[in-house]
């Protein structure tokens, strides 16, 4: 019981150490929310924070978060005088004239809040406007002008009100007319709210960031985590994210083939600026219950069964390669039941990972590379069983004795390419010494337990030796919770459900 005892301090205390992450997202409302009731605008509310804390709401750890709540609940926190010159301020910003029905983008208001969404009518200067809050009516001069100064790459300017904003292009209202600006060929920009000109505004990057930030490429895990309070689920497993440093997943083909599992995950280094992140983390799998036939499924083609070639002589031939009267041997024949029941499985692995802002100026490329390693070897020999009839012949199983065999392991290295907003270009290279590549109908059969393995896992004894290897697809975020992917490797269709604040 020792050992168990072990890895709930270890995973006790990496939870603790995770408490001083990033402020939840839970906080940030709550924090917005009784800021507004005591009567402070957003530009109050970064101002008390940078004086108190040096730094806007989004940079604050939890800590701070609940220090600022308890204060705004005891009422400690006041809202600040409002100073003339602040007023005289705010009596020179220009009211947006350039509001019609059906623009959608970014508004800014004279009280210094943000909201995005779409002009649904405007009556008697009372603009409707639909967010994903809700619907308001709001006084057509509370809006602010909104205006562009753009330098394309061919060297045309522009100049006027933005009329709308997507992912990939502005509307500018010019004196001569309305112009489309792709913002792929921004070459520089100013933005001006009010009048006033937006110092980040030039940091065009912010209009291209891809919106899937990823935890894992195909099956291989990055080092940044799942966010706290944040569950998902995908075709091959489900996880919760308890702080932005921990989260923890479990293998949902395991736990329904009573094998229940764990794979925690911590984030033990961490640096992130304007323009880089990088992040460190390890990991760990724990299976109470771990079918020999799994292990053995897993490296079929180190394990070789005896067999008479064309001349008489014997010869070895890997588990997943079996032909003629020796192809109707499946995994269950050779693996020795009795190990079956009391299998302690636990894989480890560390990940490095980086990303960064694409030199072109549009969204993220990031990359990672890690290695894993397992205990599937330990007392190997006991998983098989010492032969197996074929024909009334008896013919001796046995593991490989190749140097490749002695360790399972697996090293790998993943691509990620921001193309556009809800769309990355993935791509990932690896060596495992337990890795086949199968056609998808084969996949497919394993997957759904057709082949008298686990359903909703991937186990089977079938495919080639493809040691060394490499895949690439794509992945489409459909909304800021549904992702979807296709690749050319298995699983070949991947895809990814989460569920904020669960």
Excluded at 68 to 80: C, D, H, L, T
Excluded at 374 to 387: G, H, I, Q, W
Aim: aromatic share 12%; net charge negative.
């Amino acid at each position: 019981m020792k050992p168990i005892y072990s890895i709930l301090v270890f995973f006790l205390s990496s939870f603790l150490l995770s408490q001083s992450g990033n402020i939840l997202p839970g906080q940030k409302t709550a924090i917005e929310s009784l800021s507004a009731s005591a009567g402070f605008s957003s530009q109050d509310l970064y101002n008390h924070l940078l004086s108190q804390y040096g730094a806007p709401l989004d940079d604050l750890n939890r800590m701070q978060g609940a220090e600022v709540i308890k204060g705004f609940q005891s009422q400690s926190i006041k809202k600040p005088v409002e100073k003339e010159t602040t007023k005289t301020i705010k009596r020179d910003l220009t009211v947006a004239t350039s509001l019609e029905t059906g623009m959608q983008k970014r508004f800014h208001f004279l009280d210094g809040t943000i909201r995005e969404g779409e002009i649904l009518s405007i009556e008697n200067e009372v603009i409707r406007l639909k967010t994903s809050s809700g619907t308001f009516n709001i006084p057509s001069e509370q809006f602010l002008e909104e205006s562009a100064e753009i330098t394309n790459k061919n060297g045309e300017f522009f100049i006027g009100s933005v009329l709308g904003e997507t992912a990939e292009e502005f509307v500018i209202r010019t004196q001569y007319g309305d112009a489309v600006v792709q913002k792929r060929d921004i070459q520089k920009m100013k933005r001006y709210h009010g009048g006033v000109l937006d110092r980040k505004s030039e940091e065009r990057t912010k209009f291209y960031q891809g919106e899937s930030k990823l935890i894992n490429v195909f099956l291989d895990p990055t080092a940044f985590p799942l966010a706290g309070n944040t569950f998902y689920l995908s075709g091959l497993s489900i996880g919760y994210g308890l702080t932005d440093r921990f989260m923890i997943t479990s293998k949902i083909g395991s736990n329904f083939n009573n094998d229940l599992n764990l794979h925690p995950r911590m984030r033990f280094y961490h640096k992130k600026s304007a323009q880089k992140e990088v992040a460190a983390s390890w990991g760990l799998g724990l299976h109470r219950k771990y079918p020999a036939e799994s292990i053995v499924s897993r490296y079929a083609h180190a394990i070789t069964i005896d067999s008479e070639n064309a001349e008489g002589e014997s010869e070895p031939i890997p588990l997943n390669e079996l032909k003629g009267s020796m192809k109707d041997i499946s995994v269950t024949d050779v693996t020795n039941e009795s190990v079956n029941a009391d299998r302690f499985y636990i894989e480890a692995y560390l990940v490095f990972s980086s990303r960064r802002v694409n030199p072109t100026g549009r969204g993220k490329i990031g990359w990672s590379t890690g290695i894993k390693a397992s205990n599937a070897f330990l007392d190997r020999n006991e998983f098989l069983k010492p032969s197996v009839n074929i024909g009334g012949s008896e013919r001796v199983v046995s593991w490989s004795t190749e140097k490749l065999y002695k360790v399972p392991f697996r090293a790998w290295a993943s691509l990620e390419y921001d193309l556009r907003k809800d769309l990355k270009f993935l791509g990932s290279a690896w060596i495992d010494n337990g890795y086949r590549a199968m056609n998808f109908s084969d996949l497919a059969s394993d997957y759904l337990g057709d082949d008298g393995t686990a359903a909703f896992s991937l186990e089977s004894a079938a495919g080639s030796v493809s040691m060394v290897d490499f895949d690439f697809g794509l992945q489409y975020t459909l909304n800021e919770t549904f992702k979807i992917g296709l690749h050319f490797q298995q699983p070949y269709i991947d895809f990814y459900w989460e569920f904020f604040e669960f």
